[in-house]
């Protein structure tokens, strides 16, 4: 069982650095000086979902439930 607890909290390690760096590498939601010229309505905009930006949302999220869910099962005492 001890293995793997440690297992586990080796896995959770890089799960938190993954998440902190990914996290660090996104964009700002401001819309800038872009959203008054118009400009989120253009191709980049309305894309923005198969770019690199949108892979680093769904990183984000898949990685956060893995911490969540880790962190959960490393809290419990078994």
């Not at 938190?16 to 964009?27: A, C, D, F, N, R």
């Not at 819309?31 to 680093?56: C, F, H, P, Q, V």
Request: glycine share 12%.
């Amino acid at each position: 069982m001890e293995t793997l607890r440690l297992v586990l909290q080796i896995v959770f390690i890089l799960i938190s650095v993954g998440l902190t760096v990914i996290v660090l590498m996104q964009e700002g939601k401001s819309a800038g000086l872009g959203s008054i010229s118009g400009i989120s309505d253009t191709y980049w905009g309305k894309n923005k979902g198969r770019s690199m930006e949108g892979a680093l949302v769904k990183a984000t999220k898949f990685l956060a439930v893995g911490f969540i869910a880790l962190s959960i099962v490393l809290n419990l005492n078994f």
